[in-house]
């Protein structure tokens, strides 16, 4: 197994929205942010080569949307999704999956791409089966009041169309050696993976835990839709971590792409930060 990480570019996210009811005397300790209280955080997607199986999890924001969208959201760095793709020498018919944490537009936006004429839609990755929860599909079609500006239907919609969309209804091995779980505090139906190779297991953490400074349970981003939730879902999850020796795998932190995980009497802690590239 060749596990890799896929930067897609970065945005900026409000810091009193990334960490919710935690005051700023806190967590600007954790995570920096600019004069506008703004912080910059990845995009970032991972690429998992099993066998014949290649398998992208997330895949940034795409272009299809507004330059005054883009705007919006600051987004920044240099880094894209397809070059990042190319420069570890895969081209977007070699891959055989993606899988969604969930379809807000920071997550599945690349997955579609305007056609030439431009006058229709086009699938970025036509030989892929797209996988994603039938919770989050279901939300997606009939979006809460307050979930509604993340999702755009041109990001999916043509998937479907294509006959190339699957979805989730249980949690469990998606693929070998690849393990989904589906949490409800940040939106219905998230999907987290869990990746198994012969020295390690790797959790895609995606917006369950975005950064190393959310990985304290009361740490929430105030994105989650249910609160109470998150903080059950977390607390159990951080449990089974640390008790197996998982690594997080951050898609937002910009400073830190990797995390090992320690109990502490305060609760579980980040042990180590790393880069995907010093363990593989």
Known sequence: MEIYNIETGNFKCDGGAMFSVVPKLLWSRKYPSDEDNLCNCAMRSMLVVDGERKILIDNGTGDKQSAEFFKHHHLNGEADLLSSLANIGFQPTDITDVVFTHLHFDHCGGAVK???KGDGFELVFPNATHWVSKLQWDNLRNP???EADAYFQENIVPIKEAGKLKFVEKEGELFPNFEVRLVNGHTPGLMVSIIKNENFTIVFAGDFIPTTANVPVKWLAS??????????????????????????????????????????????????????????
């Open 223 to 280: 994105y989650d839709l249910n609160p109470k939730a998150s903080l059950h879902e977390k607390e159990v999850f951080l449990k089974e971590a640390v008790e197996n020796n998982y690594i997080l795998f951050f898609q937002h932190d910009i400073i830190n792409e990797c995390c090992s995980l320690v109990q502490t009497p305060k609760g579980v802690k980040v042990d180590k930060c790393f880069s995907l590239i010093d363990i593989i």
């Open 144 to 146: 809460n009041i307050r």
């Open 114 to 116: 305007h056609n030439e």
